[in-house]
Nanobody, 121 residues
Framework: QVQLVESGGGLVQAGGSLRLSCAAS????????MGWFRQAPGKVREFVAV????????YYADSVKGRFTISRDNVKNTVYLQMNSLKPEDTAVYYC??????????????WGQGSQVTVSS
């Protein structure tokens, strides 16, 4: 029922910036918390950031605090991840996800198919 489509990934040099977008369809976007996860080759999927469904509060993994910013546009049904001061260790496939839970979600109900981000040294 819900489709999530990521875009905006690509190749960037260390210290550069990228903005990822995740467009949602098939549901009332404002009813969902929206999160970002990433998975590097040979590594498990890890949490990056989330913005809640009601208060719009944002939470970040320690590894990206001060560098990444999550935001949402409930008119465009899109969530963004602004990534600044990128490091090679940020290289991963980035996934957006949606949750019906209030507050910081413990589980997510829908997932996108991912967008590759590669940061060169």
């Amino acid at each position: 029922q819900v489709q999530l489509v990521e875009s905006g990934g690509g190749l960037v040099q260390a210290g550069g910036s990228l903005r990822l977008s995740c467009a949602a369809s098939g549901h009332t976007f404002s009813s969902y918390a929206m999160g970002w996860f990433r998975q590097a080759p040979g590594k498990v999927r890890e949490f990056v950031a989330v913005i809640t469904r009601n208060s719009g509060s944002a939470y970040y993994a320690d590894s990206v605090k001060g560098r990444f910013t999550i935001s949402r546009d409930n008119v465009k049904n899109t969530v963004y991840l602004q990534m600044n001061s990128l490091k090679p260790e940020d290289t991963a496939v980035y996934y957006c996800a949606a949750s019906l839970e209030y507050g910081p979600p413990k589980r997510y109900d829908y997932w996108g198919q991912g967008s590759q981000v590669t940061v060169s040294s």
